[in-house]
Structures are given as C-alpha cells and as structure tokens.
C-alpha cells in the first residue's frame, strides 16, 4: 500500500455560525490521482484551500507531506507551497502577461537561475502540457478555454511539484477537451511521479481517471474508496451522482 502523503483527521470547518465540516477525514497516497466530490456547498473547495494554506480549519489535524499544518512555521510554510502546484477552476493566469511571462514569473521569484535556464525551462513546461511553442508569445485572452487550462497547468508545474492540486480542471470545456485533458493529468502523473488532488463535479473524471475519492455530504465525508468501493455504501447522496446501473452496479 502507498504511504499516506495528506491526512485530514476530524477536521472542523465554519464560518461564522455556518458549520461547513463536521469532523471530516480523509487520506491521500502518494501518486494517486485523488478527487473530492460533492454537491454545491459540500466543502469540497474549501477542504482543498485549507490543503494548501489559503484557509485554515476551526480545529483538527491537517498533515501535508508529513507535516501538521496546525504546527507550521513561516519557513516551512514556505517551503512547503515549492512542493505543491495549483490550477484553479479559471486558470488565474496574470491577464497583463503572456502564458511564457506567466510561467517564468514563478522561477523569478522562487529561484536564482540564469534568464538563458529560465527561458528554456519555460518551453519545456509549454511542450509538457501539448501547447505548440508559439503559446508562449501569446496572452491569456488569446487562448482557447483548454489552452488557458493547459497554460494554468504549465505554471503549476514550474518546479516540479510533488503535488498537484486542481479546482474543477474541467469546467467550462467540452467533453472531448474535458477527455483530453483528464487523459494528460493521469499521462502526467505517471510521468514526473506526481501527487494529484482534484475537486470535480464530472463523473467521467471520476470513472476514468481516478483512483479514490472521497464524496462529501452532510457536513461529513459520505464514503471513501474507489468508484466500486463507493458504490457498495446505501446512501441517498450517492444514489444521487451516480445511477448504479451505469457503473454495472446493481441495486
């Protein structure tokens, strides 16, 4: 079995009055592509912000890479985000700059290497993710939806993270750029050896792409496992995404 590489023990989240997790847990393992599912309002962004230091849970114990995130120091705080990469659900690239400026912005900051290395590396990362080598020239608002993604991806991927962290990567695509993109993160993954955690609502991701996730609902974690492992639990909520049937489970 994979060691774990993120476990959340008993988180509880809320804002204000509002309880958002009830004593929520989970575990991630190394190199598995690993997704949270759920309906609008489960917390399945903000388990994932609270995953990479954007917001913090009321109590419980939250482990990056071995590390208590309740515990952390500004220096391995620090040091942790280089391990990690973040696409979010709009790409967020810097509008002002082109998907090659937005890429290397990230080894100017974090790193000391020589403009000639950087630019290199630069077209290195836009080759990784399929985009042709004149993206780099372009700017976020010439680019297709699945370019923007593509580009967004090349950024987290800058310095080699050992974790991968995606918001609704598919959102907004049609579903045969949705397949092609699933089918790089997982070509990806097995490539550079990488930790990937997704928040999706597509069911395709989920039967395609993923090795386990955790379905949330009711302010807790519904079930756990592989899609087959899952589907064994008797749960109103996963009667509602999934229909048995397709999945030749039967009822």
């Known amino acids: 079995?994979?060691?774990?590489?993120?476990?959340?023990?008993?988180?509880?989240?809320?804002?204000?009055?509002?309880?958002?997790?009830?004593?929520?847990?989970?575990?991630?393992?190394?190199?598995?592509?690993?997704?949270?599912l759920g309906g609008s309002g489960s917390g399945k962004s903000t388990l994932l912000r609270e995953m990479i230091l954007l917001q913090h849970p009321k109590s419980g114990t939250l482990k990056v890479l071995g590390i208590d995130l309740n515990t952390i120091t500004p220096l391995?705080?620090?040091?942790?985000?280089?391990?990690?990469?973040?696409?979010?659900?709009s790409g967020a690239l810097y509008s002002s700059l082109t998907v090659g400026e937005n890429i290397a912005m990230l080894y100017h900051e974090y790193t000391d290497l020589p403009p000639k290395l950087i630019n290199e590396l630069v077209g290195i990362k836009i080759d990784l993710v399929g985009l042709p080598p004149h993206a780099?020239?372009?700017?976020?608002?010439?680019?297709?939806?699945?370019m923007v993604k593509r580009a967004a991806l090349a950024r987290a991927l800058a310095l080699d993270p050992k974790l991968l962290f995606l918001d609704e990567p598919t959102s907004g695509l049609d579903p045969l750029s949705s397949r092609q993109f699933d089918t790089l993160i997982?070509?990806?993954?097995?490539?550079?050896?990488?930790?990937?955690?997704?928040?999706?609502?597509d069911l395709d991701t989920i039967h395609?792409?993923?090795?386990r996730f955790a379905l949330l609902g009711e302010k807790k974690v519904?079930?756990?496992?592989?899609?087959?492992?899952?589907?064994?639990?008797?749960?109103?909520?996963?009667?509602?995404?999934f229909q048995r049937g397709s999945y030749g489970i039967k009822d």
């Open 186 to 201: 997982a070509q990806l993954r097995d490539l550079l050896g990488l930790t990937v955690v997704m928040v999706t609502h």
């Open 222 to 241: 519904i079930a756990e496992g592989t899609l087959n492992e899952v589907l064994q639990y008797n749960h109103p909520i996963i009667d509602y995404f």
């Open 76 to 89: 391995e705080a620090q040091n942790l985000r280089r391990q990690w990469g973040v696409l979010f659900q």
């Open 1 to 36: 079995m994979n060691s774990i590489i993120i476990e959340a023990r008993d988180i509880v989240t809320a804002f204000g009055d509002m309880l958002i997790h009830d004593h929520i847990n989970c575990s991630i393992r190394k190199n598995e592509i690993y997704a949270l």
């Open 136 to 146: 780099r020239f372009l700017y976020p608002s010439e680019l297709s939806g699945g």
């Open 208 to 211: 395609h792409i993923i090795d």
